[in-house]
């Protein structure tokens, strides 16, 4: 490539010019050149190279000023550092290009656009740094954007702005922190035709999930309009997740959409004095997801498409993050940036920190409640950031330690935030300008938590804690909290299958990577309670009552879905196909919803639905209510979610299981409810097992032996009906014993009879995991496998290996 040249056009460059034309523009060139022929969609431009900017520098002589000014520059006092950056900028921006360095770029401008088009179609000038991309350290997001850029002057100014923000504050502490020289590095900057998500929608995508580092995931952010006001931090944007290994054998395996509240958005202005402005999004459109799931799919398809790419270039796994536009008069989509992602594909493997807040001071106040961004518990001494702009940021006495909490994050500030222990926002989302430092900081931050600024204090003493799953919990106070290193090479080979129990699809994918085989336990209940927060009759009979309040909130629950029908249904598949992708394609043995009476009842619109019972822990539960007259329409739309889970989502490692059933004839009437709403047993390879729990169950385990693949025991109810107590009560808790000699006969008795029919027999109660002697006997006896809850497993592991050892040894 000739390095002489001021512009080239943007598919000329490949990865190879990065010294050229900067990490991103080699990036797009690269795509345009390979992977445009594949049906991704990238918008056509020019690049203004790296060596123009060295030459505009030094044609201006510029060199030793820029020098002079950052000799002996201390980076962590904020108030120099944003001097002697606006010093270099304006020097910058006062410079003039040679006559023939702008005679090229705008020949190259006139050609991308058409001469008659120049003042009517904006384009896209974005920095594109030589030390973008790199291997231990990203720089993305260091240099400046302008969007919307429309005339030949106005382009030359933007270039030159892009320029100068080669030396922002962030930019100039960041290169320190890493060591690197500034005038090691250039800028190209890459203009692009403009996509016109103002009037459609805008995000960005990673080919691995930000937060767990789990690998088979696209995760994808969008809100309407320009991209901008989402990595701000403006608006709490849509969130979208795709499982990739079936997305790629043509399923629609869509298993998680969140709706943003997307209240802003960014478009084109026509004024001669902005290119852009900021709109309230219209409150019908706040109300729609961004995206269809037809678009949804198409780009998780692309993002997979250049992952694979850049992984097959690179000769390693090289996830990646992507910039996206929806075209609103077109509806086609856009690729307009991709980078690899440069947290978690560095992070060492095997090795797992694990931060867990007591479970006795779970209960302690709870102040806020937002997106959590990591995994990682902080304490710290508040300090609010309300008021505060980039003009007086520099006067904010900032001390290491401290929790920065703001209305959003911005650029210029990062500097600063490097002190912080942990950072609170309240908007925003998981690809958010908080969130993204955060990550790179390596310190936990809760962003869309609305009411921060005005909720806590200055001084106020807190632990944000991101360690309970995708919500992240402010609580009042300095927490204590544990934090455990695992290191997964050093867990012993068992012969046993290790399962885990996994009730919130929250924390599936941070546990993926434990080398669990499967889940033995998936609680529909959790999902229910917790993401689709109703009674599920009163979701569809609530018409038929005089509730207006009732009606009203379960309007505002359903906002984007079609019909309250769609809403539970589709709600429920997500939870349960997120955790079924964290283990594909190991099995996860998802329950049947167990609520009791009183549980239904205390849910929103459970009082129109629910009888009073003297003891509901032994009464309408489980199957009995499958089949009957009063919640079988609900039950048929668990049905329905597990049928579109293995069906739509492709996930058929998912086995259903019964809880609570008392006869065979119980199980079979279940069988037949299950059916009329499209699933049975043994129809595209489903699996039922059946939640040995009730005493009947393992007396007449030969019989229900006959109509079922496997029976799960569950020794918490067991217990209490072998016992005769009631295990909700703490009069009789001293009593509840999982290792009293008569349950153990019982779990011994159905684990031999199991065996003699042939038919698999598991456990996913508590014992296990509370006792590794209990684990211990359940090898000894010959279970088929053991499902733990996820901060048991490495003590259950080598419990498991300790017996296994001695039964050979003997």
């Known amino acids: ?19 050229l034309v900067g990490g991103k523009s080699a990036s797009l060139g690269e795509m345009l050149q390979h992977l445009k022929p594949l049906g991704v969609n990238i918008p056509d431009g020019f690049i203004v190279t790296s060596q123009a900017y060295f030459q505009f520098i030094t044609d201006n002589q510029l060199d030793q000023k820029i020098k002079d000014i950052l000799k002996g520059v201390d980076s962590t006092n904020l108030r120099e550092l944003t001097s002697c950056g606006a010093r270099i900028r304006t020097l910058i921006q006062q410079g003039v290009f040679s006559p023939a360095m702008e005679q090229e770029i705008l020949a190259a401008y006139e050609e991308l656009i058409g001469l008659e088009y120049i003042q009517d179609f904006g384009v896209a000038v974005r920095s594109s740094a030589t030390a973008e991309d790199l291997p231990d350290a990203s720089f993305a997001g260091q240099q400046d954007t302008y969007l919307n850029i429309r005339g030949r002057q106005d382009l030359l100014v933007a270039i030159k702005n892009c320029f100068a923000s080669l030396f922002t504050d962030r930019a100039i502490s960041y290169r320190e922190a890493f060591n690197f020289g500034h005038f090691n590095i250039g800028l190209s900057v890459c203009i692009q035709q403009m996509v016109r998500s103002d009037l459609g929608a805008s995000g960005v995508a990673f080919s691995i999930d930000t937060e767990s580092g789990f690998k088979d995931a696209v995760i994808i952010n969008g809100s309407y309009g320009l991209g901008e006001l989402l990595v701000q931090g403006m608006v709490n944007p849509d969130e979208f997740i795709v499982y990739k290994p079936l997305l790629k054998r043509g399923y629609a395996s869509i298993v998680e959409k969140k709706l943003g509240s997307k209240q802003l958005q960014m478009i084109y202005s026509v004024s001669e004095s902005e290119t852009v402005k900021v709109i309230d999004t219209p409150v019908e459109s706040t109300k729609r997801f961004c995206l269809s799931d037809a678009q949804i799919l198409q780009l998780s398809k692309w993002v997979c498409i250049i992952e694979e790419y850049y992984t097959a270039l690179k000769g390693k796994w090289c996830p990646m993050d992507v910039e996206w536009a929806l075209d609103g008069l077109k509806g086609d989509l856009y690729i307009v940036q991709a980078r690899p992602e440069t947290i978690h594909s560095l992070k060492k493997s095997n090795c797992i920190t694990e931060y867990k807040i007591n479970a006795k001071n779970r209960s302690s106040q709870v102040l806020l409640k937002g997106i959590a961004v990591g995994d990682k518990i902080a304490s710290g001494r508040v300090h609010n950031f309300k008021g505060v702009n980039k003009q007086n940021i520099q006067e904010i006495n ?27 926002t309240n908007k925003g989302g998981r690809t958010c300008h908080a969130a993204i ?65 996994i009730g919130s699809p929250d924390i599936a994918f941070q546990y993926a990577e434990y080398p669990a085989k499967g889940v033995g336990l998936a ?16 979701l569809l009979k609530h018409r038929e009552l005089n509730d207006i309040e009732l009606s009203n909130y379960i309007s505002s629950l359903i906002t984007g879905y079609a019909d309250e029908q769609q809403y539970f249904i589709e709600k429920l598949s997500y939870g349960i196909g997120k955790i079924a992708s964290a283990y594909y394609p190991n099995k996860v043995i998802v329950r049947f919803s167990d609520f009791k009476t009183n549980e239904y009842y ?25 089949y009957s007259a009063a919640y079988k329409e609900a039950f048929g739309m668990e049905c329905r979610a597990i049928k579109r889970v293995r069906e739509i989502m492709g996930l058929d490692n998912v086995v259903v299981m019964i809880p609570f059933c008392r006869t065979v004839d119980e199980l079979l009437r279940v069988y037949q409810v299950m059916e009329e709403f499209g699933l049975k047993r043994g129809q595209k390879g489903m699996e039922v097992y059946l939640m040995a729990e009730v005493p009947s169950n393992v007396i ?86 053991i499902s733990v809850t996820p901060d048991s497993f490495m003590k259950t592991v080598k419990a498991v290996k300790e017996i296994e050892e001695k039964l050979v040894a003997y």
């Not at 698999?760 to 211990?776: L, N, R, T």
């Open 437 to 501: 430092v955060a990550r790179e900081l390596g310190v936990p931050a809760i962003v869309g938590c609305d009411g921060a600024t005005e909720t806590l204090f200055t001084g106020q003493e807190v632990t944000v804690s991101c360690a309970e799953g995708d919500t992240g919990f402010i609580y009042q106070g300095q927490i204590p909290y544990s934090k455990h290193e695992h290191n997964l090479s050093d867990l012993p080979e068992v012969s046993t299958p290790i399962m885990m129990n």
């Open 1 to 19: 490539m000739n390095n002489n040249r001021f512009t080239m056009r943007l598919i000329e460059a490949s990865i190879e010019d990065i010294d």
């Open 523 to 538: 609680r529909e209940e959790f999902i229910i309670n917790n993401y689709i927060k109703i009674h599920p009759m009163a």
């Open 398 to 424: 900032f001390n290491t330690g401290d929790i920065m909490v703001a209305e959003i994050t911005d650029p210029d500030w990062e500097p600063i935030m490097k002190k912080a222990a942990a950072i609170i």
């Open 700 to 785: 007449l385990a030969e019989e229900f032996a006959r109509y079922i693949d496997g029976f799960s025991i569950g020794s918490n109810d067991l217990t209490q009906l072998v016992l005769g107590l009631d295990r909700d009560s703490a009069l009789v808790s001293g009593l509840y014993n999982e290792r009293n000699a008569a349950v153990k006969i019982m779990i011994a008795n159905l684990i031999r009879t199991a065996k003699r029919q042939g038919v698999k027999v598991g456990i996913c109660g508590q014992g296990p995991s509370d006792y590794p002697d209990f684990a211990q006997f359940l090898v000894e006896e010959g279970i088929d496998s």
């Open 602 to 626: 205390n849910m929103p619109g459970g009082k129109h639905f629910e009888p009073g019972e003297e003891n509901p822990m032994i009464g309408w539960r489980g199957a009995s209510r499958y």
